[in-house]
């Protein structure tokens, strides 16, 4: 269900507002929309403006909880990636009606701002292009190495955390499962497979939560949000859910690879993990890998179906086919988890 407060009416002239902004870095304006964002590129600026919905999985339908989900963009981003992000910004009201930038007038919305990158060194535009060479990805598991080594154990209950996960498992299915979707008979076996392999990892998660190796992770690692130029920028850090962010690094880890292998670099998985397993040690089992592999396959293929509860989804060509390929990983794998 998607719930829009009263500040949708603002979104023209914001939009108005943050393109005018855009032109006058460099004459130069694209527009770019997310399931849950807009965002304004100008030459050498990006502006960054949450949509006013509420889903299953998300509430940014209040303009205090778009400003809080703005910083925590901004915190959680800084970690991976602080040349890019650069500050959070209000849009505010003036005296005689008209939005601008600043901290005078009352703030009808927050905005991140971020330095521009090159579409040229994204990670996924790389591999349409074949240019995917695998120092890049020693150095992404270098980077994401140190960037789990750096962070605090989660002291989090496993309890909660396995319940937690048959709770996603069940979003997953009331999405997934819709009738107008017509995937549930193919979705219902493989679920319940998921469930089941819970259950059976959940001494080894427990033991692994017990030994410390949660951590506040990224929490969404795709190859479009691996910038490879100098330094290396791992963007886009899930910010509006915490516990989708407390992972096994290895989960993180099964999600990349999982990603790269869809889009045609099967051979990334196997490099990553052995590098990570080299700098980071205690590799999961095997059959808890898997079970990563599927939990965040079949979280993927939510997401792209989640856009169908838009009234007007974006490029409604696009999602189910990619939703089919995530979900086709998750059968592929389960067959030997």
């Known amino acids: 269900m998607q719930l829009m407060d009263r500040t949708v009416d603002l979104h023209s002239p914001i939009k108005l507002l943050l393109g005018n902004l855009c032109q006058a870095d460099g004459d130069t304006l694209e527009i770019r929309e997310t399931l849950m964002s807009w965002l304004f590129l100008g030459a050498s600026r990006v502006y960054k403006i949450k949509k006013p919905v509420r889903y299953p999985f ?81 150095a992404i598991a270098s980077l994401l190495s140190r960037f789990f080594e750096s962070l605090p154990s989660e002291r989090i209950d496993a309890d909660h955390q396995l319940a937690y996960l048959a709770e996603q498992l069940n979003i997953d299915a009331v999405v997934l499962c819709r009738k107008e979707f017509g995937l549930a008979a193919q979705l219902s076996p493989l679920l319940n497979k998921a469930h089941r392999l819970l259950q059976e990892c959940a001494p080894e998660l427990q033991d692994r939560i017990a030994s410390g190796r949660f ?117 592929e794998v389960s067959k030997t988890a």
């Open 58 to 138: 998300l509430d940014f339908s209040s303009i205090a909880k778009r400003r809080h989900f703005c910083f925590e963009e901004l915190r959680l981003n800084r970690r991976l990636a602080s040349n890019t992000y650069l500050s959070v910004l209000p849009i505010c009201r003036a005296a005689d009606g008209g939005l601008h930038l600043g901290d005078h007038g009352e703030a009808v919305d927050w905005v991140v701002k971020m330095q521009r990158l090159s579409d040229y060194y994204m990670l996924d535009t790389r591999m349409r292009a074949g240019l995917q060479e695998e120092l890049d990805i020693e």
């Open 215 to 331: 951590r506040e992770g990224h929490g969404d690692l795709r190859p479009e949000h691996v910038w490879l130029g100098n330094p290396l920028q791992i963007i886009d850090c899930l910010e509006f859910n915490r516990m989708m962010r407390i992972v096994d690094p290895y989960e993180e880890i099964a999600q990349f690879g999982k990603e790269c292998s869809i889009a045609g670099y099967p051979w990334v998985a196997d490099l990553l993990m052995s590098r990570i397993a080299s700098l980071l040690g205690g590799r999961p089992p095997e059959k808890l890998y898997r079970f990563y592999v599927i939990f965040r396959a079949v979280l993927r293929a939510r997401m792209c179906m989640a856009h169908f509860l838009d009234p007007n989804p974006r490029n409604p060509w696009k999602w189910q086919p990619l939703a089919l390929k995530y979900i086709q990983v998750a059968k």
